[in-house]
C-alpha cells in the first residue's frame, strides 16, 4: 500500500490526481491540503478519508473539523506543512505558485519522494532543492507532461541512496513542446487589447487560471526550461522549444547520435500525473491511448520570441542564475493577478517580468531566505510598478 499526500487537492491536478487515485485500489490518500474551495474539499475528504486536511484559514478549518471530528485539521502554512510531512510515502506538490516551496523541503528532508506539479517551486528554488534531493536520496518525479516525457524518454538510473541520475553524457539537448497557448498566431498589434477571459481560452488543455494564462504569455514554457534545467541537469542553452499546435507529442530528447526519442500520447494530464505517482510502474491506463490513425497532422515550429518576451527572459534568468529566476516567476505571479483584475494589459506581464528583473542584483548561490526575500521583493515592485502606464 502506497501512501500519498495531494497538496492543493481541489485545484485542477489534484482533482485529476485523485480522479487516477480512483483506479489505484493499492493507493491511499493519507493527507488533503486545500486552499478555500471548502465544498469540493468535504465531498473529497467524504469519499477518501484521509487523516489529516489542510486549508488556508482558520474559519475554514473549523468548518471542516465540524464536518469530521475525528479527522486532524490544519490552517495556514503550518497546515500546508503538517500535510508534507504526514505519513505519506509520496508528496504531490499541485499548489500553483511557491507556497508549497518550504513543504516540500521539509518533506524532502524526511526522505518523501515528491510527485512535483508545482513548477514555480523549481524554477524559483531549484538551487536549493536539487542538492536537497541528492543529499536525502528523494526521487523527483516530474507530473508535467514535457518533463514526464523527457523523462521518459530518457530513463534515468537510480543511484544507491534512491535519487535519480540521467545519462547527461549522452545526450545533446531536451526540446520541450508548448501548444503556443490561446494567442498562437496572433499578430502582435491585436495583443494589447486581449483580456483574462481571452487568455483562459486555451486550445488543447483545461487546466487552472494562472497556467493558462501562463501558456498564453509562454512564461509557462519559460517556468519549464527553468524546471528542465533543474530536474535533468542540463544548462538553458541545452534546452530548447518548439511550438507544436497539436500537443501530442510532449517532448523530446536528442541524443548526441542524432536519434531523437520522444514520448506522445493524448493531452490528458492523468497521463503524467499516473506515471509520477506508479513509478517505474505502468498499470493499465486511466486514459484512451493514443490513435495515431486519428492523428492527421504533426507540425513544429520554433517560437516568437519577439513578441512573447515572456520565453526569451526565462531564458535569461535562468542565465544569471541566484535569484533571478525567483524574481522572473514571482514578478509574473504578481503581473498575472493584475491582469487577471484587469489592472494590466496582457502586453504588461512581460514589461513588468523585465522591468523587476532589470532593477534586481541577484545573489549568486542563494539561501532558502534570499530566495524568500526575492520572491516578495519582486511581488511588490510589480504591485508598485510607476513605469508601467496601465498599472493603476
Ligand atoms: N493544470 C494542469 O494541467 C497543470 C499541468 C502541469 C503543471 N501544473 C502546475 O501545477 C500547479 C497547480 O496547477 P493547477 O492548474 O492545478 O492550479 P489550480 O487549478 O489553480 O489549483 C491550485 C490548487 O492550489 C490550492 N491552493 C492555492 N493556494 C493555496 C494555499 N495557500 N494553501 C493550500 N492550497 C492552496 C488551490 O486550492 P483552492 O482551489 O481550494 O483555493 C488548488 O487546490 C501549478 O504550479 C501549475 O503550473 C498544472
Not at 28 to 38: C, E, F, S, Y
Not at 140 to 160: G, N, R
Not at 186 to 201: H, I, N, Q, T, Y
Not at 234 to 263: K, T
Request: some cysteine; overall charge neutral.
Amino acid at each position: 500500500m502506497k501512501k500519498i499526500s495531494i497538496l492543493g487537492s481541489t485545484g485542477s491536478v489534484g482533482a485529476q490526481a485523485l480522479d487516477v487515485l480512483r483506479g489505484l485500489p493499492d493507493y491511499r490518500v493519507t493527507a488533503l491540503a486545500a486552499g478555500r474551495n471548502i465544498p469540493l474539499l468535504l465531498k473529497q475528504i467524504a469519499e477518501f478519508k484521509p487523516g489529516l486536511t489542510a486549508v488556508s484559514r482558520a474559519e475554514d478549518a473549523a468548518e471542516v473539523k465540524k464536518e469530521f471530528p475525528d479527522m486532524a485539521v490544519y490552517s495556514g502554512a503550518d497546515g500546508l506543512s503538517r500535510a508534507a510531512v504526514s505519513e505519506a510515502d509520496i508528496v504531490l506538490a499541485a499548489v500553483v505558485g511557491t507556497e508549497c516551496l518550504k513543504p516540500v523541503i521539509e518533506a524532502i528532508k524526511l526522505r518523501k519522494n515528491i510527485a512535483l506539479a508545482s513548477k514555480e517551486i523549481l524554477a524559483a528554488a531549484g538551487e536549493i532543492i536539487i542538492p536537497l534531493v541528492e543529499k536525502y536520496g528523494v526521487k523527483l518525479l516530474p507530473v508535467d507532461s514535457e518533463h514526464s516525457a523527457i523523462m521518459q524518454s530518457c530513463p534515468p538510473a537510480v543511484a544507491p541512496n534512491g535519487c535519480f541520475v540521467y545519462p547527461l553524457e549522452q545526450i545533446n539537448k531536451l526540446i520541450l513542446t508548448a501548444s503556443g497557448g490561446a494567442f498562437r498566431g496572433v499578430p502582435a498589434a491585436e495583443l494589447p487589447a486581449k483580456k483574462a477571459a481571452d487568455a483562459l481560452k486555451h486550445p488543447n488543455w483545461a487546466m487552472g487560471r494562472k497556467i493558462t494564462i501562463d501558456s498564453a504569455t509562454l512564461v509557462n514554457k519559460g517556468l519549464e526550461v527553468i524546471e528542465a534545467r533543474w530536474l535533468f541537469g542540463l544548462p538553458c542553452e541545452r534546452i530548447e522549444v518548439l511550438i507544436h499546435p497539436q500537443s501530442i507529442v510532449h517532448s523530446l530528447v536528442e541524443y548526441r547520435d542524432g536519434s531523437v526519442l520522444a514520448q506522445l500520447g493524448m493531452p490528458d494530464m492523468r497521463l503524467p500525473i499516473q506515471y509520477a505517482l506508479t513509478y517505474p510502474e505502468r498499470l493499465p491506463g486511466c486514459v484512451p491511448a493514443l490513435d495515431l490513425l486519428q492523428v492527421k497532422n504533426l507540425s513544429f515550429s520554433p517560437p516568437d520570441f519577439k513578441n512573447f518576451r515572456g520565453l526569451k527572459l526565462a531564458y535569461e534568468a535562468g542565465q544569471a542564475g541566484g535569484t533571478m529566476p525567483a524574481v522572473y516567476n514571482a514578478a509574473n505571479e504578481a503581473a498575472v493577478e493584475l491582469f487577471c483584475q484587469d489592472r494590466i494589459k496582457f502586453t504588461d506581464i512581460p514589461f513588468l517580468i523585465e522591468q523587476a528583473m532589470l532593477s534586481h542584483r541577484a545573489v549568486s548561490a542563494p539561501g532558502l531566505e534570499d530566495i524568500l526575500a526575492a520572491d516578495h521583493w519582486a511581488k511588490q515592485f510589480v504591485q508598485k510598478e510607476p513605469k508601467c502606464p496601465t498599472v493603476r
